[in-house]
């Protein structure tokens, strides 16, 4: 790239803060997220280090702008495929096998940004509540399918409630909607615990932890994900795998 141009870019679409996050997340998968630094994207693009502060002061602001591009994209590919799903008169549990397929194609297609925001947590760096929002997207397509589900009646009551005290957070109950009633009470205990194996499989997945286990990692994940709404009474039917 040539030295000036980050500085003479005029197109509305590809903006200078476009083309060092492009730089930038080329370089999550060069370097890794905790190597990353304006002066490294910098050298990659071929412009001065001036250029990049002038757009992103320190590495902390573009790690977050990163943060929340990778959030939003994947978030956005769920909401998509449960769209699609949900418009075709999907059950919750196809809608469920739909969006959990859509944020695996996603996590395959950008191993660097998808390691930024579920690996190792970068060293120095902590995330902003300018985060949230976007990291919200996920948990609340997946919250979106259970309500749907509970409303519909295609959900199985749990055999074992969780023991004790309710052991949500205010904006857990807010996400999902409110409260559920009895014998769903813990419904949204058990999403999270849906949520946490979607991501841990992912993770798994991407850092090729299956890959010698099983013969068809993609057959693996869609019955991964049906075992695991088992947990919340929610059944996913079986369905050729098209990946």
Do not use: C
Not at 19 to 29: C, E, T, W
Not at 169 to 193: C, H, N, T, Y
């Amino acid at each position: 790239m040539d030295v000036s141009a980050i500085s003479s870019i005029e197109d509305d679409d590809i903006t200078p803060a476009v083309v060092i996050k492009d730089i930038a997340r080329q370089q999550l998968v060069e370097l890794g997220a905790a190597a990353l630094s304006l002066d490294t994207v910098a050298r990659a693009g071929g412009f001065p280090l001036a250029d990049v502060e002038a757009v992103f002061p320190h590495r902390d602001a573009l790690l977050t702008a990163l943060v929340i591009d990778a959030y939003d994209a994947s978030g956005e590919a769920m909401e998509q495929a449960d769209g699609t799903a949900t418009k075709a008169g999907a059950s919750g549990g196809a809608r469920l096998l739909a969006v959990t397929r859509a944020l695996r194609r996603w996590s395959f297609d950008n191993p660097g940004e998808f390691t930024l925001i579920y690996g190792s947590p970068v060293p120095g760096y902590h995330a902003p509540q300018d985060t949230v929002p976007s990291a919200s997207r996920t948990p609340a397509v997946l919250a979106g399918i259970v309500r749907a589900a509970l409303e519909a009646g295609e959900l199985t009551p749990p055999r074992r409630p969780v023991p004790g005290p309710p052991l949500l957070l205010p904006e857990a109950l807010q996400l999902f909607g409110g409260a559920p009633q009895a014998p769903f009470s813990d419904i949204v205990e058990r999403g999270i615990v849906l949520w946490s194996n979607l991501i841990g499989l992912l993770v798994f997945q991407v850092f090729s932890r299956t890959h010698d286990s099983v013969r068809d990692e993609a057959a693996f994940f869609d019955y991964a994900i049906a075992v695991a709404a088992e947990s919340i009474g929610l059944e996913v039917p079986p369905a050729e795998h098209t990946d």
